[in-house]
């Protein structure tokens, strides 16, 4: 079983479309990290949280401690979203598990 | 700064060979990362450092060594490559302080044949 699972794998979506990422995680974690990684490039942080919510721009951060639970949001899709987003937490020990990433395509 | 830099970006190497990935940070930082990022899979940790003179193994450390002889080098060694090792490597940093974000190299395509 892995520590941190993401849904939904894949997602296509229209521009403009809104859309949502969802993040699961079963450890107890200091921080969670929404990281994007564009194809055949490096992986970038989009945000780092502990609780409540970030705003970056269109994209928004939400996590519910309680729940173990984190939701990536992006308002007003368009095709340079495209990418892969992972969901990474890292523990109290400071290590970090990965989620498997969810492959955004969204078409013009 | 530049970050987190690595080389090289790409490389083929045989059955058996050696090669040392490269792996520098210009922020400070204490923590630096090896992951290993195969098709369909999250990253794995192979080994991580929390400062200089001090590495310990991660998940998948088999038929790797790293060293971190300074806070700014964390280079990666692979042994006897085999076709396993296959894989899209990255290096990674971050501070001390908790609320500190991580950062990540470019990648390297490694091919093993």
Redesign the interface.
């Known amino acids: 079983k892995?520590e941190?699972e993401q849904s939904p794998q894949n997602l296509t979506a229209q521009e403009g479309e809104f859309i949502t990422i969802n993040c699961s995680y079963s450890v107890g974690i200091?921080?969670l990290?929404w990281?994007q990684q564009h194809p055949g490039?490096?992986?970038?942080?989009l945000f780092?949280l502990s609780s409540g919510k970030k705003k970056h721009g269109r994209l928004i951060a939400t996590i519910n401690i309680q729940e173990k639970h984190s939701s990536l949001h992006i308002t007003a899709s368009h095709p340079r979203d495209s990418a892969v987003y992972?969901c990474?937490v890292?523990d109290t020990g400071?290590?970090?598990?990965?989620?498997?990433?969810t492959s955004l395509t969204v078409i013009p | 700064n530049a970050g987190v830099t690595q080389t090289p970006k790409f490389r083929i190497l045989k059955i058996g060979q050696s090669m040392t990935l490269q792996c520098a940070q210009d922020m400070n930082h204490n923590?630096m990362?090896w992951?290993r990022q195969d098709p369909?899979?999250?990253?794995k940790?192979i080994y991580?450092s929390?400062g200089a003179g001090i590495t310990d193994k991660g998940e998948v450390p088999n038929g790797y060594n790293v060293s971190r002889s300074t806070t700014e080098y964390f280079p990666l060694r692979l042994e006897l490559a085999a076709p396993s090792q296959t894989s899209v490597y990255?290096c990674?940093s971050r501070g001390q302080s908790?609320?500190n974000?991580?950062?990540?190299?470019?990648?390297s395509w490694l091919t093993v044949v």
């Open positions: 892995n941190v200091s921080a990290h990281l490039g490096g992986i970038v942080s780092m992972i990474a890292r400071n290590q970090f598990y990965f989620g498997t990433g | 923590y990362y992951y369909g899979m999250g990253l940790l991580y929390v990255f990674a908790g609320g974000t991580i950062y990540f190299g470019e990648g």
